[in-house]
């Protein structure tokens, strides 16, 4: 019992390494990385190219995969591209496992201590994430010892003969349980890295370790298929073309591992230089194959996830990019944009409710009604996305941009409530009762809501420029819309003190639609005040102090209350 504990602390330990590795690399050089992926598009050379730096970079095919496939799904990537991405990517991935694959445990101390000093002596988000990504290389190659020195009472142990006998007459047993294994763990580097540290053990023979290889091959690109399964066809495509590459190459190479296995030993015998090699050998022996028929397994992906019939859906959220979440400005960025959507769905509402509110069109009310469902929707989009988001360890920048991102969408969606369940339901009575507003009223009230529709747009530029200056500009506004709806709300009553029968007919849906109004341009500029606390350009609060306040009433008129001297 405590050997299988301790092989699964160094398995644990493992994965943790190399999600540490991946997290500190994405956050360091993440929006470059995913910058390059784009630009890589031109044709299969560039993509394969820059699939590998990539990958062999971020040490996940995975999140390669994951990566292009949302470029491919938002129409940034050709599908022969994308899948010469993955070739390259695949490629990439075997380059950690050849780095490990040599006698490097020395390595490991050195790794985690310039790691934790480097995190410890900055706070440089950056350096903190290179920092990370040094104590997950460590981690890596303590694991591998820990691993190894865990394995060694299997060398002799009965039970481990015959849990692995099945596996060693049975190939495709041995593949599947690999294929199995790979798909859980989400990494075929962590798992190629355990089988080699079997073999170099003597706990698996050669043959059966070459074989499990192909299953982890095979696991890595099932791990991507799943993840993006409920995704796009156009998404779920790459993934699906780089499986369908991964199977073929998996059953043709199968029969020919007692034939490669000698050929292997010349360029090293040992166990884990065997594996190593054999693993970046397959993937170039894909690359070879697969380069010149992209094409074909592009078309074949095509079959399997064809296109669905084109349906334009408001609700569901294009920018919110699962792929980006190990890169929280990247994600940010796209949460961003998706808020911006969000207000744009927000202001067409408010423009139909000031028309239906002056037509009495009912048919455009039902229209307004229905734009929240779509508010709402992107609300919970975005906010679930955020929450994602804020699983990862972000800085204190990133920090405050998520909830200002959060804080304003949730003022949105507010606003969204605010003109469906108030406004509307006033525009319904008015409708039903056949009411009119005055001439004047009626003025007055598109006065006011064209202001506001001004301040939506204001608001929309704040949150996105974090401007000063339009900061206090919108601020100002909530000012002048409070003096304004005073002033309304006085020539309403003058107009009811001269008993006109459209104002009287009209006096609570006119002061309702006012009030209501008022509430939505709150809302809206809420936003500014993130931008002046963080200026400095607040006070804490409009009260005049107490004390000094009383001891003014009680001066004569005209007298300044004396101050103290110092």
Do not use: C
């Not at 440089?124 to 820990?146: D, E, K, T, V, W």
């Not at 490669?260 to 015998?269: C, E, F, K």
Request: no cysteine; glycine share 8%.
């Amino acid at each position: 019992m405590e050997t299988i504990i301790n092989i699964v602390g160094g398995v644990a330990l493992l994965l943790w390494g190399i999600r540490m590795v991946r997290t500190g690399i994405t956050r360091s050089f993440g929006a470059g990385l995913r910058h390059a992926l784009a630009a890589s598009a031109r044709n299969r050379v560039t993509g394969l190219t820059a699939g590998f730096g990539v990958t062999a970079i971020l040490q996940s095919s995975t999140a390669t995969a994951l990566i292009v496939s949302s470029f491919a799904g938002q129409g940034m990537i050709a599908g022969v591209a994308a899948l010469a991405i993955m070739l390259g990517a695949d490629v990439g991935s075997t380059m950690i496992v050849q780095a490990l694959s040599m006698d490097l445990e020395w390595l490991s101390p050195v790794l985690i201590s310039a790691g934790v000093f480097l995190f410890l002596s900055t706070e440089n988000s950056r350096r903190r994430a290179i920092a990370r990504a040094f104590i997950g290389l460590g981690l890596m190659l303590l694991s591998l010892r820990l691993i190894a020195m865990g394995s060694l009472p299997f060398r002799e142990s009965e039970a481990m003969a015959v849990l692995v006998g099945p596996l060693t007459h049975e190939p495709l047993l041995a593949i599947v349980f690999a294929a199995v294994l790979t798909w859980a763990s989400h990494s075929s580097v962590a798992v190629i890295l355990l089988i080699m540290s079997l073999a170099g053990m003597q706990v698996l023979n050669t043959q059966l370790a070459l074989t499990m290889v192909l299953g982890a091959n095979l696991g890595g690109a099932m791990a991507a298929v799943g993840l993006t399964a409920k995704a796009l066809p156009a998404v779920r495509r790459v993934p699906l073309g780089n499986l369908i590459m991964r199977l073929i190459g998996v059953f043709a190479v199968l029969p020919l591992i007692p034939y490669v296995q000698p050929y292997l030993a010349h360029l090293g015998d040992a166990p884990e230089r065997l594996i190593a090699n054999f693993h970046t050998g397959f993937n170039l022996a894909l690359v070879a194959v697969f380069l010149p028929v992209l094409a074909l397994v592009d078309r074949a992906a095509r079959m399997i996830a064809p296109d669905r019939p084109a349906s334009d859906d408001p609700g569901s959220p294009r920018y919110l990019d699962e792929g980006a979440l190990d890169t929280p400005s990247v994600a940010l960025t796209g949460a961003t944009r998706e808020a911006l959507r969000m207000g744009d769905a927000v202001k067409s509402m408010l423009t139909s409710a000031g028309d239906v509110l002056r037509a009495n069109d009912a048919n455009l009310r039902k229209t307004v009604e229905a734009q929240d469902d779509v508010v709402d929707r992107l609300h919970e989009a975005i906010k679930l996305f955020l929450t994602r988001l804020t699983e990862e360890e972000l800085d204190k920048a990133e920090s405050q941009r998520s909830i200002e991102i959060l804080s304003f969408t949730t003022n949105l969606e507010h606003v969204g409530d605010i003109i469906d369940k108030n406004l509307m339901e006033l525009a319904g009575k008015k409708i039903k009762g056949h009411i009119s507003f005055s001439e004047q009223g009626q003025a007055e009230l598109e006065d006011f809501h064209d202001r506001i529709l001004q301040n939506l747009d204001l608001a929309l530029h704040v949150f996105v420029s974090g401007d000063e200056d339009a900061a206090r500009r919108l601020l100002h506004e909530k000012t002048e819309i409070r003096d304004l709806e005073r002033r309304y709300v006085e020539n309403h009553f003058l107009r009811l003190g001269e008993r006109r029968p459209d104002t009287l007919d009209s006096s609570s849906l006119h002061l309702d639609v006012l009030r209501d109004l008022k509430r939505v341009n709150s809302h809206l500029t809420s936003v500014a005040y993130p931008i002046l606390e963080r200026a400095g350009a607040l006070i804490d609060s409009r009260l005049i102090d107490e004390p000094d306040a009383a001891a003014a009433r009680r001066l004569p008129l005209g007298a300044q209350p004396r101050r103290e001297d110092g």
